[in-house]
């Protein structure tokens, strides 16, 4: 059975950080791309933040997030990681953790095999 199970979220003030953890089970984590994807109060699609891929660990980012987020994976413990720095209010979101097999989506897009149930990230002071 395919479980991924994210962690890490909370409250934190503008300008704070957060690490995001996913830890994945059911499937051979080397084969697949990994994904955050958040989901931002009102708006109607949700939005592809980051994705890590499963050959070369390249690495996609929404042009807002170069810079301030870093995704990385550890394969030996099945855990892909979102480190947020620099934290806006507008970063505010439920952060699902999601895997595609073998290559990321286009840049911002959402189009995953695999999702986590999310967990909920808040940036205010």
């Known amino acids: 059975q395919v479980q991924l199970v994210e962690s890490g979220g909370g409250l934190v003030q503008p300008g704070g950080s957060l690490r995001l953890s996913c830890e994945a089970s059911g499937f051979t984590l080397d084969y697949y791309a990994y994904g955050w994807v958040r989901q931002v109060p009102g708006r109607e699609r949700n939005e592809g933040v980051a994705?890590?891929?499963?050959?070369?660990?390249?690495?996609v980012y929404v042009d807002s997030m170069k810079g301030r987020f870093t995704i990385s994976r550890d394969n030996t413990n099945n855990t892909v990681y979102l480190q947020m720095n620099s934290l806006r209010p507008e970063d505010t979101a439920v952060y699902y953790c999601?895997?595609?097999?073998?290559?990321?989506?286009?840049?911002?897009?959402?189009?995953?095999?695999?999702w986590g149930q999310g967990t909920q990230v808040t940036v205010s002071s």
């Open positions: 999601a895997a595609r097999f073998q290559f990321c989506p286009n840049v911002g897009q959402t189009n995953y095999d695999y």
């Open positions: 994705c890590i891929s499963s050959s070369d660990g390249s690495r």
